[in-house]
């Protein structure tokens, strides 16, 4: 949700709010307000779900939020000694050349088809394998390693069209919620024309702001106690006759 978007929402709310405060200007007012403010309500519930959806997806498309780093690490550490025995054997077993490479700096998604590519032919092979010093299963871990970093690259990537429509699904909301606003206006300006002080607390609900606004709290002045001591009344001096 960018800044734009959020200044939007909180002028909705602050409609929201002004109403909930001039609870006796709504009942005067034409009887659409009630509508609009009411479809009002549920765009603002509409765009609150879905920022809260696109800020979670945006977290689990990260990089850092899944597990692939560790299921890219299990994948390469299951094909390395299939590789490394296929290597040995180049020469005297025919065709297991074709699992006897890494497929190198692969990003994630090359990787998975290397790694299954290499279930596949190894399959071929397992007894010659197994003879040689792996472990029974060793195609099977490769398989499952892979299948697992697949998983996460399809989660991640999942996450990111799911907070894609979240974004999406914000645009019309935003811009229903002005036309709404724009209208609830429009029926209240007469009613409150000749109302000053209502009239630009209205104005100032409405409003989208164009950069943040700083509060200020109000300095009251304080009396503060004067330390001088009164003046006394001089008392005439009384001489004995």
Do not use: Y
């Amino acid at each position: 949700m960018n800044t734009k978007q959020q200044r939007s929402l909180q002028s909705f709310r602050r409609v929201q709010g002004w109403f909930a405060a001039h609870v006796e200007l709504l009942r005067a007012a034409p009887s659409p307000v009630a509508a609009f403010l009411a479809q009002l309500g549920e765009i603002v519930a509409r765009i609150e779900s879905n920022a809260t959806q696109q800020d979670a997806q945006h977290r689990l498309s990260t990089r850092s939020s899944t597990d692939a780093t560790l299921r890219r690490t299990a994948v390469i550490e299951a094909m390395r000694p299939i590789a490394q025995i296929a290597r040995t054997l180049r020469g005297s077993v025919l065709g297991i050349s074709a699992i006897s490479t890494m497929p190198g700096n692969a990003d994630n998604e090359r990787l998975v088809t290397a790694a299954s590519s290499m279930v596949e032919n190894a399959s071929i092979f397992t007894t010659a394998l197994i003879e040689h010093g792996l472990q029974p299963d060793c195609i099977e871990t490769l398989r499952t390693a892979a299948a697992a970093l697949k998983s996460s690259v399809d989660a991640r990537g999942l996450a990111k069209a799911s907070g894609v429509g979240a974004s999406e699904g914000l645009r019309p909301d935003i811009t229903q919620g002005k036309k709404l606003v724009s209208r609830i206006d429009a029926s209240l300006l007469p009613q409150l024309r000749n109302d000053s002080t209502m009239l630009a607390s209205w104005r100032n609900a409405k409003r989208v702001t164009t950069k943040g606004v700083v509060g200020t709290i109000p300095t009251l002045a304080v009396a503060v106690p004067s330390t001088t001591p009164p003046a006394t009344t001089a008392v005439p001096a009384v001489h004995a006759a």
